[in-house]
Antibody, heavy 118, light 111 residues
Framework: QVQLQESGPGLVKPSETLSLTCTVS????????WTWIRQSAGKGLEWIGR???????KYNPSLKSRVTMSVDTSKNQFSLRLTSVTAADTAVYYC????????????WGQGTLVTVSS | QSALTQPASVSGSPGQSSTISCTGT?????????VSWYQQHPGKAPKLIIY???KRPSGVSNRFSGSKSGNTASLTISGLQAEDEADYYC???????????FGGGTKLTVL
């Protein structure tokens, strides 16, 4: 059973960098595309981007200038960095897995709330 | 504003059916047969219930079904049960540039 667990600071100051890690268990990190999705309070889901063990990444065009993702195969972890955050970045952040060749997200972490506030 | 448009809420009585629509464009829903649906209970992570428009993952009740016509996808839940009360989100692949778009979510209330 694939399990994902997000971790990172729950509070980030405006203009600083949000950093989150997703720890993967029950699967090889090399077999999936690893995705970050966020959900603002009372709003829908937003795809942030995805990474792969090869180092390839793809980001939401609206966030591309502020986002960096990476996969650490030695630790079975996937990370997100979002720079210059504002209150609009306050959200629950989920990591999710998509199998190669699949166009859906079949495994999700429980999510972690990140609040941007001074 | 979400890329895909869903009604904010729908409702139905136990045993009845309820349908949730998801309207996109010819660049996403209309172009690809790659719509998925997710169920989310309060405080929980989304759960995949339909993929590739009308396929159900193992373990998902056959009361859930999906379809698509043009730029609009639909999720139908038949034989409504109290446990179906949740938020439902659609998602579509939108090509290599945009990649993925989601709907704003629909709250299903079982009366």
């Amino acid at each position: 059973q694939v399990q994902l667990q997000e971790s990172g600071p729950g509070l980030v100051k405006p203009s600083e960098t949000l950093s989150l890690t997703c720890t993967v268990s029950g699967a090889s990190i090399s077999n999936y595309y690893w995705t970050w999705i966020r959900q603002s309070a009372g709003k829908g889901l937003e795809w942030i981007g995805r990474g792969y063990s090869s180092g390839s990444t793809k980001y939401n065009p609206s966030l591309k200038s502020r986002v960096t993702m990476s996969v650490d195969t030695s630790k079975n972890q996937f990370s997100l960095r979002l720079t210059s955050v504002t209150a609009a970045d306050t959200a629950v952040y989920y990591c999710a897995a998509r199998r190669q060749g699949a166009y859906y997200f079949d495994y999700w972490g429980q999510g972690t709330l990140v609040t941007v506030s001074s | 504003q979400s890329a895909l448009t869903q009604p904010a809420s729908v409702s139905g009585s136990p045993g009845q059916s309820s349908t949730i629509s998801c309207t996109g464009t010819s660049s996403d829903v209309g172009r690809y047969d790659l719509v998925s649906w997710y169920q989310q209970h309060p405080g929980k992570a989304p759960k995949l219930i339909i993929y590739e428009e009308n396929k159900r993952p193992s373990g998902v009740s056959n009361r859930f079904s999906g379809s698509k016509s043009g730029n609009t996808a639909s999720l139908t839940i038949s034989g409504l049960q109290a446990e179906d009360e949740a938020d439902y989100y659609c998602c579509s692949y939108a090509g290599s540039s945009t990649s993925w778009v989601f709907g704003g979510g629909t709250k299903l209330t079982v009366l």
